[in-house]
Nanobody, 120 residues
Framework: QVQLVESGGGLVQPGGSLRLSCAAS????????MGWYRQAPGKQRELVAS???????NLVDSVKGRFTISRDNAKRTVYLQMNSLKPEDTAVYYC??????????????WGLGTQVTVSS
């Protein structure tokens, strides 16, 4: 059974930094793309950043220059380094990953989310 568990969220002042982590566990044969999404109150979930198994990255324009996505394939973990945080970054952050668990095809799995609040 595959699980994604996020950590690292919390309350931070504007201009501060946080580092989110998301570790995949269970019966995993291969992981393709991994990513971070966020959902603010009253808004739709949106992609923040994604990273391929080879390390290619994609970030939404609103976080370019402030956020960095990375992954450690040996640890099956994806990270989101968030700097210069703004109040509008406040949201629940979810990680997802395309995982092959040894049967069928790749499936997209989601974590339960971690709250990030940017406020003075």
């Amino acid at each position: 059974q595959v699980q994604l568990v996020e950590s690292g969220g919390g309350l931070v002042q504007p201009g501060g930094s946080l580092r989110l982590s998301c570790a995949a566990s269970g019966t995993i044969f291969s992981i393709h793309d991994m990513g971070w999404y966020r959902q603010a109150p009253g808004k739709q979930r949106e992609l923040v950043a994604s990273i391929t198994s080879g390390g290619g990255t994609n970030l939404v324009d609103s976080v370019k220059g402030r956020f960095t996505i990375s992954r450690d394939n040996a640890k099956r973990t994806v990270y989101l380094q968030m700097n210069s945080l703004k109040p509008e970054d406040t949201a629940v952050y979810y990680c997802n990953a395309e995982i092959w668990a040894g049967f069928g095809s790749y499936r997209t799995y989601w974590g339960l989310g971690t709250q990030v609040t940017v406020s003075s």
